[in-house]
């Protein structure tokens, strides 16, 4: 039917824009109580009482359960165990992660008591009332300083803070690209802490069918299945045939909705303990406080250089911050996210990398949009620039000179990743032409003239997405494969439900998903519903992130309807006493007919009927039209990006203004161009958001001092121009779509566009490198200071 | 001690007793189950929960119910007429102006109000209009469209 590469209008999008999206907060039960949690106002303590008497007094709560009663159980709600780690390379030090503290507080917000009552105004009331007696002990927050020998412990089983030591690479061959280097370019960064904040604030209801022991968990979730499984198997230990998970409507995840978080134990433990449906909803200040944060790097890097711009060997040491306790996917991301990216889309023929995974009090630290491969961009594209800088060579130029050429792929990088397929000099020849490349020169040494800051910043930058397959992925310590379901099912008059194990929540999949299967099977969308983010209707699933759902997702699709077609043509080539090699499955409009007769043909809803009626099948053809498949991709996909961004600096305040922001993306085929420019262009600004404005801050103490929206800078409407965005589009031959992932390349390469560009318009004065973001205090500053005399 | 409040929603008259401190906010999602205004934030940001009160586009949390009382309030739920979409509501739609829907109602919300009277809106107006509504997908592009588009102009 072609829907297939064309900007089809939302589905989902009447719901939406009238106001009735089915988000987790909107749930309303009959006999619901409400829940609120009582939090830790310290980074590091222990827990020496709790008294609830004058907050159970207050008129309308219902009960209140602290961290040991979470524990230990009731008569009616067995214990909780803790929550798990679901990537664990080997020799991981895991801390024990209890839904709500227990003798021990790790970080502001940690859970320390439940409270339930009638309504939510007054279990804040009571949380208020409720007395605990902490005694303070010591907090680290900087990754570095605690894993310094001596720092105070955060668990006192894990020696030095530090929970892992990842490395990759082959450490000779780089310490002797270093010493037979021409030029060595040295950078110590810090890739700052970020706090997601999807706008929807996380939220769970649960309710408890006693009689049946059933149970159902709503929860803001991009993945059901997978806390399905954790709570089946290791928090609520509610068998998974008596335990539904949904996750409905979704208001923006960015990584930050993956993981099994603390109340989706809390809230369906409270439902089976008061026998009454509870509900939670964080609140924004609650939400920075306990929802994974992103990023937090220090690292040591170094590029070896050879005096004609050509990269030999790449070494970095980098300190991840991993927060008070490992997040469920949390090893994952400063590691096999990481350290497998640092070739970007170079030829290193050398590369070292090595990670060290810090337990600090601070909130858990998880993927966030990029998650690893944004910081491994950073830093080697930051590196790029200097090398550019200390060589006299222009930017663009020393990227060509060692991008991986085309005849190459697939590309075995150093790093063990092997790059699908790419056209990079391709890329950059679209991104100089978009962006007119030597005329934004020309316009800047005329204003650099006039004495004004303008910087133009280049990036080419590479992502993984779509991690698989799973037997990789388990190897590297995944706890979960990275597969996933699809299931179409064709009803008797014709019409289809079809089921996805990916979860959408913004990326439009039932749209793109209606578009792929209408295509395999030649029927249009109408007939077609896309179901997701259930449990009881969806067999299993493994979610979405890592830009993996069009790759895999919808490949399982593909596959299912290719089974379809198959079964399809069978009945059709029995009915019309013809052999099964001579059909034609007709893509363009669902009709099945011998080869060279389309005027005797059977139609899709015509066969879907007999398939159901049964009185007419080939033999060893079983009635009904239904096919199912677990799609485990061949290897990830390589989408990749390059970008030209121009600023213009305030030389009297700092501030740093976007004047153009030029990006070309290889993410391979398309199936919605309007959604894909969507995602790329959300991309970026979530990515300038990290560049400029965005910083997750501790004291020293371990106070979250960025703790609200009024302290924590999102970016908004004002700070943009219009997008200049290319696409080139090599197919990727690991998946039947040819497609790569959209969601996070934008992010990945935005950052350090930007910072680059920033850069760029302070390198007159003599400016190295300002770590991010890069406000207006900060960059004035670091001009005052170079009009002083003194070096950055 | 509760207080008699009457709010007149989307052309429908409600009475009811309130505790003062309840917001806005929550009268119409808790009171009268008109979840179609989204909650992001605590600290009045977000403009997720914008709705217009007696004519003027207002962030709902900041609201409280008993400042309503006598007032007229239109909510997402009442910005189509007669099945027919607001034109605001088409544009977004048309130009792709949402991903996750959550911060959309209230982005519509404001928008309407934005450009009531202001048909040749410029994209710099509508830009600087809109800071009061954070959106974490879209990257504003295609609601900056969209709000052009649903100016008529």
Request: with cysteine; net charge negative.
């Amino acid at each position: 039917m072609g829907y297939v590469g064309k900007s089809v209008k939302r589905v989902e999008d009447p719901r939406f824009i009238q106001g009735h999206g089915k988000y987790v907060a909107n749930i309303k039960l009959p006999g619901m109580a409400y829940a609120a949690i009582k939090r830790s106002p310290y980074a590091h303590a222990e827990i020496i009482s709790i008294n609830t008497e004058k907050a159970e007094n207050l008129e309308g709560v219902v009960a209140i359960f602290t961290g040991r009663d979470l524990m230990e159980g009731t008569k009616l709600s067995g214990p909780c165990g803790a929550l798990p780690c679901g990537f664990v390379p080997p020799n991981t030090k895991v801390p024990t992660r209890h839904p709500l503290a227990v003798d021990e507080v790790n970080h502001v917000g940690d859970g320390v008591a439940v409270v339930v009552a009638e309504s939510a105004y007054i279990a804040y009331d009571a949380l208020d009332l409720i007395e605990v007696d902490y005694k303070p002990l010591p907090a680290v927050v900087d990754a570095k300083a605690a894993a310094q020998e001596g720092a105070p412990l955060v668990h006192a089983e894990i020696a030095n803070n530090t929970s892992f030591l990842w490395t990759l690479g082959d450490k000779e061959a780089t310490k002797k690209a270093f010493a037979e280097a021409d030029h060595v370019i040295e950078l110590e960064l810090i890739n700052q802490r970020l706090i997601p904040n999807a706008i929807e604030p996380r939220a769970a209801v649960a309710q408890w069918d006693k009689f049946a022991g059933e149970m159902t968990l709503w929860t803001t979730s991009q993945n059901p299945h997978i806390i399905r499984l954790l709570l089946s198997g290791f928090t609520l230990g509610i068998p998974e045939n008596k335990l539904r998970v949904v996750s409905p409507d979704v208001g923006g995840g960015f990584g930050s909705k993956i993981f099994h978080y603390p109340e989706e134990v809390i809230i369906p433990w409270l439902a089976r303990a008061l026998d009454r449906p509870v509900k939670w909803v964080a609140s924004r200040s609650e939400s920075f406080m306990t929802d994974s944060h992103g990023r937090d790097h220090i690292t040591n890097c170094k590029l070896a250089v050879k005096s004609d711009g050509t990269f030999t060997g790449l070494w970095v040491s980098t300190w991840a911050n991993m927060g008070a306790y490992l997040s469920t996917f949390a090893p994952l991301i400063p590691t096999a996210l990481y350290i497998t990216l640092f070739s970007g889309l170079y030829k290193i023929p050398a590369i070292w990398g090595e990670t060290r995974g810090v337990i600090t009090n601070t909130v858990p630290v998880d993927a966030y949009r990029g998650a690893g491969r944004p910081e491994a961009s950073y830093q080697l594209e930051r590196l790029v620039d200097l090398a550019a800088r200390e060589l006299g060579m222009d930017v663009v130029e020393i990227r060509r000179k060692n991008l991986i050429p085309e005849n190459e792929f697939p590309y075995q990088t150093p790093v063990a990743m092997i790059y699908d397929s790419g056209n990079y000099q391709k890329l950059f020849d679209t991104l100089e032409e978009l962006a007119g490349y030597q005329e934004m020169r020309k316009e800047q040494a005329k204003a650099r003239q006039e004495g004004r800051l303008v910087g133009i910043g280049v990036s080419g930058c590479i992502e993984a997405s779509a991690p698989g397959p799973s037997p990789v992925v388990t190897s590297l310590g995944s706890a979960i494969g990275l597969y996933e379901s699809g299931i179409v099912r064709v009803h008797p008059t014709g019409q289809l439900s079809v089921f996805t194990g990916s979860h959408a929540h913004g990326q439009g999949h039932e749209t793109t998903f209606a578009q792929v299967v209408a295509d395999e099977l030649g029927l249009p969308m109408e007939a077609i519903q896309i179901v997701h983010g259930d449990t009881d209707r969806i067999p299993f699933g493994t979610g979405t992130y890592g830009s993996r759902s069009a790759a895999i997702g919808a490949s399982a699709l593909v596959r299912s309807a290719e089974k379809i077609r198959e079964k399809v043509t069978r009945i059709a080539a029995h009915q019309l006493e013809a052999n099964f090699e001579d059909m034609v499955y007709d893509q363009d409009n669902g009709t099945i007919y011998v080869k060279g007769s389309p005027d005797k043909s059977k139609s899709f809803a015509e066969i879907a009927f007999t398939s159901y009626y049964a009185a007419n099948l080939p033999p060893g053809i079983e009635p009904g039209l239904e096919a199912t498949t677990y799609y485990d991709p061949s290897n990830f996909t390589f989408p990749n990006s390059a970008q030209i961004v121009q600023v213009e600096i305030d030389k009297h305040t700092g501030a740093v203004r976007i004047e153009r922001f030029v990006a070309v993306d290889d993410v391979g085929k398309t199936i919605n161009p309007m959604i894909v420019n969507g995602q790329i262009v959300g991309g970026i600004v979530q990515g300038v958001g990290q560049a400029l404005w965005e910083h997750g801050v501790y004291d020293e103490n371990g106070q979250l001092l960025s703790g609200s929206l009024m302290n924590y800078a999102l970016p908004r409407a004002d700070q943009f121009p219009m997008m200049e965005t290319g696409r080139i589009e090599t197919p990727s031959p690991h998946n039947p779509l040819g497609v790569k992932g959209a969601g996070e390349m934008g992010t990945i390469a935005a950052t350090v566009t930007v910072a680059n560009a920033v850069m760029d318009a302070l390198a007159p004065l003599g400016i190295r490198h300002i770590d991010m973001p890069l406000t207006a205090e900060k960059i004035w500053q670091a001009i005052q200071s170079s009009q002083n005399g003194g070096a950055n | 001690m509760n207080i008699p409040v009457s709010i007149t929603v989307n052309g429908v008259q409600h009475r009811r007793d309130v505790e003062p401190r309840l917001l806005l906010v929550h009268f119409l999602r808790d009171m009268l189950g008109l979840t179609g205004t989204n909650i992001g934030c605590d600290t009045s940001q977000c403009g997720a929960c914008t709705v217009h009160l007696d004519g003027m586009s207002v962030k709902s949390c900041t609201v409280l119910a008993v400042q309503a009382d006598g007032s007229s309030v239109t909510t997402i739920e009442g910005l189509a007429q007669n099945g027919k979409l607001h034109p605001m509501q088409q544009a977004f739609w048309d130009h792709h102006g949402l991903q996750c829907g959550y911060c959309t109602p209230g982005m519509i919300m404001a928008a309407v109000k934005l450009v009531e009277n202001n048909p040749s809106i410029s994209e710099a107006e509508i830009r600087h209009g809109l800071e009061g509504n954070l959106c974490r997908c879209t990257g504003y592009e295609n609601i900056v469209k969209s709000v052009k588009a649903g100016a008529g102009g």
